[in-house]
């Protein structure tokens, strides 16, 4: 079929690193040969080390496509090939980081140089320093789709716009799609230190979302849904379509409820981000700076018995998975709530260091241009034996919130106050019934978690500033805030 360009094709080079970015096709050397170049210049980085000093380097080369579709016409598209490294300097309890995307000689020298600087002028403290045990030599290989290196940039172009037409076809009342976007990257890391640690891997993801803006009578609402997969092969444009098609229209006609205190049901999608927002605070350093509203809750009860959180770095399928951390050590599968219990924070090396723990493989960054630090990997409640329809069910009289709106402003992890937005739709004896929106639930997030009776067997992992598994979820009560 005919093409039509909107704004024409155009490619960008990039060199940020990121690890939101995507991929196109492959050209130069193999994969083996982009891991072996990488570690070779790792280890020639940390030959620069002088005596009583750490260094680490962590390389990253990637290659990123994204498409985007809008009116059925190719509205931009993109490709990139970042590639560059991030040092850190320990010297007598201080830290220094820098990057460069210039890798030749003279470059790593003033690289090291210049982290070497930087831990000059840095505050002493005695929890700093690099990690002596690594990940070994074990790989995820679930990390690869290898059919992914024969998609073409057409191929990718024609599934965006597949993707366009098929929300736009969902219902009759979708008028309109705001865009529609197909994206991959295949990434390759690298990272050794002075300290022995030593490694590679590779990994490929791909990603699509629609938009679509669905009408009726003078109401119109926005339904976002979208897929991750390893490669092209494991995206459904027809259900991504279907889904958020459904979301726009489940809502129209919405209206005000009467304030009251019910219980709430999150979707997978509204429990991911409160994962998300609460995630954040479960690292050791949020809660060594007080910017936690876990400080001081370790070994205590912070939520209902018989409830269990989970981060499992290794989690499979999950897009945050990933043989070992940002430093090298190797991920595992951490229990963070235990029976209500808080049983462990995330922890990097460093944040460990300082309550004198051992790291939890929670190190992340953003790409090669930041330094490490701890976060989620892959965060998600353990499912308590129900499914979707039987937490409904069990329900009774609820509110099920598909959108959140406000999480930003309404959502603070250091205090635990939460009081959003919502758009969703009321349950009625076990039912979903009449649309809801513009109404407010709120309630302390520890009594969220303190007044949560059940988590379906449905989770999906979404990625809101990280992987957060959400699952159908019933809070027993919150405050609905409406007409």
Request: hydrophobic share 40%; aromatic share 6%.
């Amino acid at each position: 079929m005919g093409r039509r360009v909107r704004k024409g094709w155009s490619t960008r080079s990039g060199d940020d690193g990121h690890g939101d970015g995507s991929a196109g096709h492959h050209h130069g050397r193999g994969h083996g040969g982009v891991s072996d170049d990488l570690l070779a210049t790792a280890r020639s980085i940390i030959e620069r080390a002088r005596p009583r000093e750490e260094v680490e380097a962590f390389l990253l080369h990637q290659r990123e496509f994204s498409v985007k579709t809008f009116a059925g016409e190719i509205d931009s598209l993109s490709s990139a090939e970042p590639r560059g490294a991030g040092v850190r300097v320990i010297t007598e309890g201080r830290v220094g980081f820098a990057y460069s995307t210039q890798l030749g000689d003279a470059d790593l020298d003033a690289l090291v140089e210049l982290a070497r600087a930087n831990a000059s002028s840095a505050t002493a403290d005695e929890a700093v320093a690099l990690p002596t045990e690594g990940g070994g030599s074990e790989q995820l290989d679930e990390l690869i789709d290898p059919a992914q290196e024969q998609v073409t940039p057409d191929d990718k172009a024609t599934f965006a716009l597949k993707l366009e037409r098929l929300t736009r076809e969902a219902d009759p009342r979708v008028r309109n799609v705001e865009e529609a976007v197909y994206s991959d990257s295949d990434s390759t890391i690298a990272i050794a230190s002075s300290n022995g640690i030593e490694g590679s891997y590779r990994r490929t993801d791909a990603w699509c979302y629609s938009i679509a803006i669905a009408t009726e009578g003078d109401d119109t609402e926005v339904g976002f849904e979208f897929d991750l997969a390893r490669g092209m092969a494991g995206l459904s444009a027809p259900d991504v379509a279907r889904k958020g098609a459904e979301r726009a229209c489940r809502v129209l006609g919405a209206s005000k409820i009467a304030s009251a205190r019910m219980p709430i049901v999150f979707d997978p999608y509204t429990a991911a981000q409160f994962l998300g927002v609460l995630g954040h605070a479960l690292t050791g350093e949020s809660v060594q700076k007080g910017r936690s509203l876990f400080a001081g809750k370790l070994d205590g009860s912070v939520a209902a018995a018989g409830l269990s959180l989970v981060d499992d770095g290794r989690a499979r399928g999950a897009p945050g998975a990933s043989p070992w951390d940002a430093e090298g050590v190797a991920t595992r599968r951490t229990q963070v709530i235990s029976d209500g219990v808080l049983t462990s924070l995330l922890y990097d090396t460093i944040s460990a260091r300082r309550d004198g723990r051992q790291s939890t493989g929670s190190a992340t960054r953003a790409g090669f241009k930041s330094a490490p630090g701890p976060a989620p990997s892959n965060l998600a409640f353990e499912p308590t034996g129900r499914s979707r329809d039987e937490v409904i069910a069990q329900a009774g009289r609820a509110l099920l919130v598909q959108d959140f709106h406000g999480v930003h402003s309404g959502a603070n992890p250091v205090s635990g106050d939460f009081s959003v937005g919502v758009t969703g739709t009321l349950i009625e004896d076990g039912t979903a019934g009449a649309p809801v929106k513009e109404v407010t639930i709120a309630l302390p997030m520890l009594e969220i978690l303190g007044n949560i009776e059940a988590v379906a067997d449905d989770r999906r992992w979404l990625p809101f500033g990280g992987s957060f598994g959400g699952a159908t979820t019933l809070v027993s009560e919150m405050t609905v805030g409406g007409a």
